[in-house]
Structure formats: C-alpha cells, structure tokens
C-alpha cells in the first residue's frame, strides 16, 4: 500500500509540474517527437531545432520562476502570460538568430551549450535573489538533489525498460529494432524532464512561510552528509595539498607551459566550487574548516592558472577552449574572494558573475570564437613570414624551419582547418586540404610534438604505384614478403621456411636475421644451399646516398629503380621493392622475390 501510495503521490506531483511549466513540457514533448522522427529515419538531422526547443523549455523554465520569486504573491496572471509569451519570442529569435545552417557548427553548438548552462545557472539563482528566506546555497542544494535523484530513477527505468525489451524479444517473440530507443526516448525527454520538475518546490519569500515539504527538500539526507564531510571535503583537501606542493615546487620551471595541469587544474576548481556550496548546508568541525581555508586557496590557485594560460597565447594563440579556460581562472578568482570576505546573503552574486562571463563569451565581437579567430590567423600570418614561407603574400615552402615553429605552424593550421577558416587566407591554395597538402605547401610535415621528430626521422622509399605492370621474365615461383626489424628483436631469429616445388623437386626460402637485416637463402630439398642474398646491400644500394628525411617526405622508385637481380648458375633471385624504411632503430622491406631455378 505504501509503494501505490508514493506512486500516486510521484504521478500527482508530475501532473502539478505540467500545470506550472506547462510551455517547458510543450517544448520537451517538441524534442521528444523531434527524437522519434529522426530514430525511424537516421538521415533527418533536426539539430537546429532540438537546440531551439532546449532553448526555449529552459527560458520558460526561467521565467517561472522569475514569477514565483516576484509576482506569485501578487496573483498577477497577466504577468506570468506575458513572462511565458516573452519566452516564446526569445525562442523564435534564438532559431533566426543561428541561422540556416546545413550543418550545426562548432561555435553555434558551443554558444547553444553555454546558454543552455547560463539559464541553468539563472533558475538556480533565481529564488534566492533578495529572498532572506532562502539561500543560494539552498537553492543549490536542492536543484543538486533533484538531478541526482531524477538521473538515478531515470536510469534504473532505463535498465529495466532495456532488459525487458531484450527478455521479449530474446524469448517470446522479435520486436522492432527501434522500438527501445523509442522508449528510452520518452524516458530521457519526458519522464526526467518531469520528474525533475517534480522535485523542484516552490521556493518560499518572506511573505511565504516555510512548508514542510520544503523543509524535506532542504534536508540534507544523513548519508550525503558523511559522504561530503568525511569523504569528499578529504579527498578534495589532499588534492589541493598534491597541487599546491606541485606548484611550489615548479614554479619556476615548467609550471608556466605544463599543458597538463590547466584540465587538471579546471577539473579541481570545478568540483571544490561544488563542495564548497554544498558545505554550506552541514555544520560540522569539517565543513566548517573546510568553508574558512578552501575559498582562500582557491584565489592564489586560479591566478596562477589564469597567468598560465595568459602566457600561453603569446606561443600559441588564443583558440576558443583557451578563452574558456581564461574565462573561468577570472571567474574561480571571484568565488573565492566573494566566498573569502563577502556575508552570506551576497554568495548569490557568484551566480551573477557567472551570467555575465557567459553572456560575454557569446556576444560578438568578444566571443570565444570571434576573439580566437582573429588571434589564430594573425599568428598563423605572423609565423609563416618569420619563417620564410609567406614571402610577399606568396606561400614557398621551406624545409630548414625550426622544430618548435614547426610545432606551432601545425598547431594553428589545424585549428583554423577545423575551424573551417582557411577560406579566409588569400595566400592558401583553393580547396587546401590540412592531410594531403600541407607538406607540399609548407614544405614538412605536420609536427605536434618534439616526439614526432624523434620518431619519424628516417630513410623511405616507395614503389611508384603507377607502374604496376612488370614483367615476371623466366620466374618458377613470386612470394610478397614483409620483412621487419626493430632493436629489441633477437640477432639470430629464423622465420619458418618457404616450401615450393618446380618441376616436381622441392625448394625452400630461408629467411634469417643476420644482425640488423635478413639474409635470403634459397636451398634444395636436401638442404644445400643454391644462392644467398643478404638484404642488406640492397638497403645500402638504394638508401646510401639518401639523408634523413621525415615521414611521407616520400622518395619513389621507378619499376626499373625497384629491381634488384643476384643470380648464379643455378638460381636467379629477382627483388621487387615496394616499400623500404630504415630509422636507427627500425628498418623494414616489402618486396616481390621471383626466383627462378635453372
């Protein structure tokens, strides 16, 4: 009775949400068919208008509860229609705004998602705005609550719709293919929409007294308070210890260029914000500690940081992801200096500050990707003529460019390849593809790191694929070999004989690894040996007078180039190369061996 009581309880609060955000479920249930049409049909690409609809529930889901904060007292209708119809407009304005795009960018998708998370932000906010009733950290708590209880109900319906699509459709009878992602669509686009709507109270005002179902979602539950304060608020603490030893110990050194440490660093500063309001609904000797050191570590941190990637866009630019990074070091900076010497009832503004930076980095002409453009290809120009291969607009390709401008080069072009802004510079060949014609453009090859000089230098050559005809002359038998070496391979290794028969007798190729090379040995059935090669002089042959070139530097070889012939009164062998590579720690062949027995 108990289980048919909650269900009924969970059903009517599910069914009161859609009575309070009514235009939100519209625009779930939007995405929803949105969804279902593009499961039966793969080829439908509708993310134009997914992102649109996402818009707009959040911006309705925001308007809410700007009227429950401020005019639900009143019981002014009018105003909560015309809060509704302004988040219709702002919707439509959102889809002209973006455009006809054939294909959902980068920059209008990473534009869509902040939005997305800075009217997230806002309907955390919102009910603690001049509310001495409720807290931001409330607030938080309880839409932190929500999502982790509706992801948690969300996903065991998933699980259990899953197995028993698969159990019918294994044991009793076959079910269409898409009938699954149907239903995990209903659960993901309606069921957790509305169940999380649910959980969201009606937050008190002063004029509103505080119920007791809002005092449940206030509740900090007992095991989520040993969680943080014993666990969590632990582990987040010898972490910062690990950085903040790291820095100290490095800050002179390679702090200011580690690459590593601005994710890690990020991903610290995320997750100890979090801590940090939620600490603030337990008092305990540990949150409380917790709420007096943390917030004042985290300001010398996040400078340091912010500094970091500063300095990083003299050598590499400004690309988009950095500005982000940027974006958050100023704002990691303000939490803990608001967290650090501002009261309570002004921890909110942190959430302004966040709306803000957000706003900024979607607004041109000083949004990520309208600052990081320009700031790639004056770089990408900058570097090419410091390095002679911009020469009076005129691209030349050069060779004896430095490994670190090489690094750099590669980095930019491939950012404004993908970027999709090389139709931008002039002096960059129609159609320019970053794979196939940066080394003929430039001159070297795409260079990412120190390591891909190390390994990559080397000797090549390569068959011309284009003479593929040639003739097999008085050859008995051909066999492709690929034939390799590296210096962990034992000096003596013998590969298992070749067994063949001309003219009714049997022959063996022998293959033994004599050194760094194989030696060919081509015996009789009794074991004799009729000829031996060592591969060696054929690589001295062809790669002698060769210098180190780097990967795809290719050399080709003619059909005629590639033959090589040892022969003597009993047997002719006839080496075909196809491919020949040598480093000083590798080398490898892969050839055609005609041999024909006199």
């Known amino acids: 009775m108990k289980f048919i009581e909650s269900l009924k309880v969970t059903f009517k609060e599910m069914n009161r949400s859609i009575q309070r955000f009514p235009l939100t479920v519209l625009f779930m249930l939007a995405v929803m068919v949105l969804n279902a049409l593009m499961i039966e049909n793969t080829i439908l690409d509708f993310t134009r208008l997914l992102f649109t609809f996402l818009i707009g529930a959040s911006l309705s889901l925001v308007g809410q509860m700007i009227y429950e904060r401020f005019y639900m007292v009143k019981q002014t209708v009018t105003i909560r229609y015309g809060i509704l119809a302004a988040s219709i407009a702002l919707t439509i304005a959102y889809f002209f705004m973006i455009g006809p795009q054939v294909e959902f960018n980068l920059a209008i998708s990473t534009k869509s998602i902040v939005t997305l998370f800075a009217l997230m932000v806002a309907f955390i906010w919102v009910p603690s705005i001049d509310n001495a009733a409720i807290a931001f950290h409330q607030s938080f708590l309880s839409t932190f609550k929500a999502f982790f209880v509706t992801a948690l109900y969300s996903s065991v319906l998933a699980l259990g719709v899953s197995a028993i699509y698969s159990a019918t459709d294994y044991l009793l009878v076959d079910l269409n293919s898409t009938l699954l992602s149907h239903l995990l669509n209903i659960i993901l686009c309606l069921f957790a929409p509305l169940y999380f709507l649910s959980q969201t109270p009606e937050f008190p005002t002063e004029n509103i007294q505080v119920s007791d179902t809002m005092k449940q979602h206030l509740r900090v539950p007992r095991f989520f308070e040993v969680l943080l304060s014993y666990i969590v608020i632990p582990l987040v603490t010898v972490y910062t210890l690990i950085l903040v030893a790291y820095i100290l110990l490095n800050i002179g050194t390679e702090f200011w260029s580690d690459n590593l440490l601005e994710p890690l660093m990020v991903s610290y500063a995320v997750i100890g914000m979090i801590v940090l309001i939620l600490s603030f609904n337990i008092d305990n000797r540990w949150t409380i500690l917790f709420r007096q050191i943390f917030p004042k570590v985290l300001i010398p941190m996040a400078i340091f940081q912010t500094v970091a990637s500063i300095i990083k866009i003299n050598e590499m630019g400004l690309t988009h992801g950095r500005y982000y990074v940027i974006l958050f070091g100023v704002f990691a900076t303000i939490v803990g200096l608001i967290y650090s010497f501002m009261k309570l009832k002004f921890h909110g503004s942190i959430a302004l500050v966040l709306l803000i930076l957000s706003l900024l980095s979607i607004m041109p002409p000083i949004d990520a990707f309208t600052v990081s453009k320009h700031s790639q290809l004056k770089l990408f120009e900058q570097k090419l003529k410091e390095n002679n291969l911009l020469v009076e607009n005129e691209l030349r390709p050069n060779q004896d460019v430095p490994i ?156 005629e180039d590639a033959t090589f012939t040892v022969e003597n009164e009993q047997v002719s062998l006839e080496l075909l190369v196809l491919s020949l590579q040598r480093t000083d720690t590798f080398n490898s062949i892969e050839m055609m061996v005609l041999i024909n027995i006199k």
Do not use: H, W
């Open 404 to 559: 670190g401008e090489r690094i750099i080069i590669t980095n930019v072009a491939s950012y404004v390849y993908n970027m999709g802004y090389q139709n931008e510079l002039a002096f960059l060949p129609e159609d320019f593809n970053l794979y196939t014609d940066f080394n003929p453009t430039f001159g070297f090859n795409l260079t990412y790191s120190q390591t891909d000089i190390q390994q990559l230098e080397g000797q090549y050559f390569y068959l011309n694929r284009e003479e593929l005809v040639f003739e097999l002359g008085e050859a008995d038998t051909m066999v492709i070999q690929m034939l390799n070496y590296t210096e962990n391979q034992p000096v003596d290794e013998t590969l298992d004989d070749l067994i063949f028969s001309v003219n009714n007798e049997n022959y063996q190729l022998e293959r033994i690894l004599d050194g760094q090379y194989y030696t060919l040995t081509v015996r009789n059935e009794f074991g004799e040996p009729l000829i031996e090669s060592s591969l060696e002089e054929l690589f001295d042959e062809v790669l002698g007078e060769l210098s180190i070139l780097e990967y795809s530097e290719d050399k080709f070889l003619s059909v």
